[in-house]
C-alpha cells in the first residue's frame, strides 16, 4: 500500500482522502472520489476480462498446434526459425507453409498477450499481490512453449519424423501447455478476487496426485496422438496387430499405454471430486467437483470414439480441447478448495 499527498493505492484502487471539509467543497471532493473509484473498478473489470481472453487466445493457439501436427504442416517453414523458410513473407506458399506461419504469427499474438497480463497487473496491483505472481508464471511457461516449439523445428521433429526422443520432447511440451493454462487460470482466479493457496492439508494431499497423474495422462496422449498420425492405418484390428507386433515402433508400444492411464486418471478424479466436494466445502468447491466430474466423463466417451472412428484430425481436436477444459476445471476446484480462508 502507498500513500501519497492526494490519497491510498491498494490493489489498484485509488480512494481520495482529505482531513475534512464542509458544504459544497466536501461535495465536490466526494464526487471527486466517486468518479476514481469507478474508473479504477473499470480498469479491475477490464483487466479481468483480459485474463480470460488470454486464456481463450492460449486454447486456440494449443488447438492451432495440434491441427499442425496432425496434418503433417510442422515442417511447412523448413527448419527455420523464426523465419520461414529463411524470410520473414514467404513466397508462394503452400498449404503446410499457411498452416506453419499462421501457428507461429498466433503464437507471437499469444506471447503479447500474456506479456500485457504482466504489463497491466504491475499497474493494478501491488508488489506480493498473489494476481502478479501468477501472471510472471504465465509468461515464464509461456517462453518455454516457445522455445519447445522452436526445439521441434530446428532439430526436425516435425512431419513425417519417427525418431523416438520425438515423442519425449513432445508429451513434454503436452506437459508444459498444461502448466501454463493452470498458470493463466490462477491468474484469472486471483483477479476476481481469490486469495492466496495454501499448498497444505488434507484436500491439497487429495488434488496433489490427481493433478500428478493428469499430466502424465497428457504426456502419454500427445504421443498417441504422434503415434495415430505417423503409423495411420485402415482398421481397428490392423492397429491392434500393429501396436502389440513384435519389431513395434517404440511410439506404437507406448499408444497402448494410454487408454491405462485414462482409466487410472479417471479413477482418481472422482475419488477426488468426491473427497473435496463433502469436506464441508463451499458451493463454488462443489460445482466446480461437478463440473470436473461431468467433463472428465466427456473427455473419456470422446477418447474411446477417437479409438474406435480410427482417430480423425477433427476427433482428436475436440478431444484435446475437451481434455484442456477438464484440467481448467481440475486447476479451478483446486483453487477454490485450497485458497486461505477470510480473515
Given at each position: 500500500m502507498r500513500e501519497t499527498g492526494c490519497g491510498i493505492w491498494r490493489f489498484g484502487v485509488h480512494r481520495e482522502w482529505s482531513a475534512g471539509g464542509e458544504g459544497p467543497a466536501r461535495a465536490t471532493k466526494e464526487g471527486r472520489v466517486r468518479l476514481r473509484q469507478k474508473d479504477s473498478f473499470l480498469h479491475l473489470q477490464n483487466y479481468r476480462r483480459l485474463t480470460w481472453t488470454v486464456l481463450a487466445i492460449n486454447?486456440?493457439?494449443?488447438?492451432?498446434?495440434?491441427?499442425?501436427?496432425?496434418?503433417?504442416?510442422?515442417?511447412?517453414?523448413?527448419?527455420?526459425?523464426?523465419?520461414?523458410?529463411?524470410?520473414?513473407?514467404?513466397?508462394?506458399?503452400?498449404?503446410?507453409?499457411?498452416?506453419?506461419?499462421?501457428?507461429?504469427?498466433?503464437?507471437?499474438?499469444?506471447?503479447?498477450?500474456?506479456?500485457?497480463?504482466?504489463?497491466?497487473?504491475?499497474?493494478?496491483?501491488?508488489?506480493?499481490?498473489?494476481?502478479?505472481?501468477?501472471?510472471?508464471?504465465?509468461?515464464?511457461?509461456?517462453?518455454?512453449?516457445?522455445?519447445?516449439?522452436?526445439?521441434?523445428?530446428?532439430?526436425?521433429?516435425?512431419?513425417?519424423?519417427?525418431?523416438?526422443?520425438?515423442?519425449?520432447?513432445?508429451?513434454?511440451?503436452?506437459?508444459?501447455?498444461?502448466?501454463?493454462?493452470?498458470?493463466?487460470?490462477?491468474?484469472?482466479?486471483?483477479?476476481?478476487?481469490?486469495?492466496?493457496?495454501?499448498?497444505?492439508?488434507?484436500?491439497?494431499?487429495?488434488?496433489?496426485?490427481?493433478?500428478?497423474?493428469?499430466?502424465?495422462?497428457?504426456?502419454?496422449?500427445?504421443?498417441?496422438?504422434?503415434?495415430?498420425?505417423?503409423?495411420?492405418?485402415?482398421?481397428?484390428?490392423?492397429?491392434?496387430?500393429?501396436?502389440?507386433?513384435?519389431?513395434?515402433?517404440i511410439l506404437l508400444r507406448l499408444r497402448v499405454l494410454h487408454p491405462v492411464f485414462a482409466i487410472g486418471t479417471a479413477l482418481l478424479v472422482y475419488l477426488c471430486t468426491a473427497a473435496v466436494a463433502t469436506q464441508k466445502s463451499s458451493k463454488k468447491v462443489q460445482k466446480w467437483a461437478m463440473a470436473l466430474a461431468g467433463i472428465f466423463t466427456l473427455q473419456l466417451g470422446l477418447g474411446f470414439l477417437n479409438l474406435l472412428l480410427l482417430a480423425p484430425v477433427w476427433l482428436q481436436l475436440v478431444h484435446l480441447l475437451v481434455a484442456d477444459l477438464s484440467w481448467l476445471s481440475l486447476i479451478f476446484l483446486g483453487a477454490e478448495a485450497l485458497q486461505e480462508e477470510e480473515s
Amino acid at each position: 500500500m502507498r500513500e501519497t499527498g492526494c490519497g491510498i493505492w491498494r490493489f489498484g484502487v485509488h480512494r481520495e482522502w482529505s482531513a475534512g471539509g464542509e458544504g459544497p467543497a466536501r461535495a465536490t471532493k466526494e464526487g471527486r472520489v466517486r468518479l476514481r473509484q469507478k474508473d479504477s473498478f473499470l480498469h479491475l473489470q477490464n483487466y479481468r476480462r483480459l485474463t480470460w481472453t488470454v486464456l481463450a487466445i492460449n486454447l486456440g493457439v494449443i488447438l492451432w498446434g495440434a491441427f499442425v501436427r496432425a496434418t503433417g504442416s510442422g515442417a511447412g517453414c523448413g527448419d527455420h526459425w523464426p523465419l520461414c523458410n529463411g524470410v520473414v513473407v514467404p513466397h508462394e506458399p503452400s498449404i503446410e507453409t499457411m498452416i506453419e506461419l499462421t501457428h507461429r504469427l498466433t503464437s507471437g499474438v499469444a506471447l503479447l498477450s500474456v506479456m500485457a497480463l504482466v504489463f497491466f497487473g504491475r499497474k493494478l496491483f501491488p508488489a506480493g499481490s498473489p494476481v502478479r505472481f501468477g501472471a510472471w508464471g504465465s509468461l515464464i511457461f509461456i517462453v518455454i512453449e516457445a522455445l519447445l516449439g522452436a526445439g521441434l523445428v530446428l532439430f526436425e521433429y516435425v512431419a513425417g519424423d519417427t525418431r523416438p526422443l520425438r515423442g519425449a520432447v513432445v508429451g513434454l511440451h503436452l506437459v508444459n501447455t498444461l502448466l501454463l493454462l493452470g498458470w493463466l487460470a490462477l491468474t484469472a482466479f486471483w483477479a476476481h478476487g481469490g486469495r492466496k493457496l495454501r499448498l497444505e492439508g488434507r484436500k491439497f494431499w487429495i488434488l496433489l496426485p490427481t493433478m500428478l497423474a493428469f499430466l502424465v495422462l497428457g504426456a502419454s496422449g500427445a504421443i498417441a496422438a504422434l503415434g495415430d498420425t505417423l503409423f495411420p492405418v485402415e482398421s481397428l484390428k490392423e492397429g491392434f496387430v500393429m501396436d502389440f507386433s513384435e519389431g513395434a515402433h517404440i511410439l506404437l508400444r507406448l499408444r497402448v499405454l494410454h487408454p491405462v492411464f485414462a482409466i487410472g486418471t479417471a479413477l482418481l478424479v472422482y475419488l477426488c471430486t468426491a473427497a473435496v466436494a463433502t469436506q464441508k466445502s463451499s458451493k463454488k468447491v462443489q460445482k466446480w467437483a461437478m463440473a470436473l466430474a461431468g467433463i472428465f466423463t466427456l473427455q473419456l466417451g470422446l477418447g474411446f470414439l477417437n479409438l474406435l472412428l480410427l482417430a480423425p484430425v477433427w476427433l482428436q481436436l475436440v478431444h484435446l480441447l475437451v481434455a484442456d477444459l477438464s484440467w481448467l476445471s481440475l486447476i479451478f476446484l483446486g483453487a477454490e478448495a485450497l485458497q486461505e480462508e477470510e480473515s
